[in-house]
């Protein structure tokens, strides 16, 4: 038995994020864990579900899938959230315009600088001493 579902690739920091959304009962899945139980900082999850909030569909007519891998929880959180938006899009092309309204269809490309030869991180330099 086969169901048909629409997949999204969400990307933020270190984090990747494989999305998929069917139609069902409004479960999810993050990494074979209940999603409040893999997000449960607050506020995660109502950043995951931001896409549905954004087209004015509740998230309990479908199911989602999710493997993610990477990164840290923030990045993740963001990486679900644009996958979750890339596959509504997939399923429905005229959603698209909501979706960017919010901001949800573009790519976070914000990333960590790297380290310099002579600094401590990326911009912060030694204690200057003069003797």
């Known amino acids: 038995m086969s169901v048909q579902y629409y997949e999204g690739v969400g990307r933020r920091k270190e984090a990747v994020a494989r999305v998929r959304v069917m139609p069902g009962s409004g479960r999810i899945v993050v990494n074979d864990k209940e999603g409040p139980a893999y997000f449960n900082r607050l506020g995660d999850m109502e950043a995951i579900l931001m896409p549905f909030k954004a087209i004015g569909q509740e998230s309990n007519a479908f199911d989602v899938t999710v ?35 919010f901001g949800l269809l573009t790519r976070d490309a914000r990333a960590k600088e790297r380290k310099k030869p002579g600094l401590k991180r990326a911009r912060k330099a030694p204690t200057y001493t003069k003797r």
Not at 78 to 100: F, Q, Y
Request: glycine share 14%; charged share 20%; net charge positive.
């Open 67 to 101: 493997v993610v891998r990477g990164g840290g929880v923030t990045g993740q959180t963001d990486a679900v959230s644009l996958g979750l938006a890339r596959a509504l899009v997939k399923m429905d092309p005229n959603l698209t315009s909501a979706l960017r309204k």
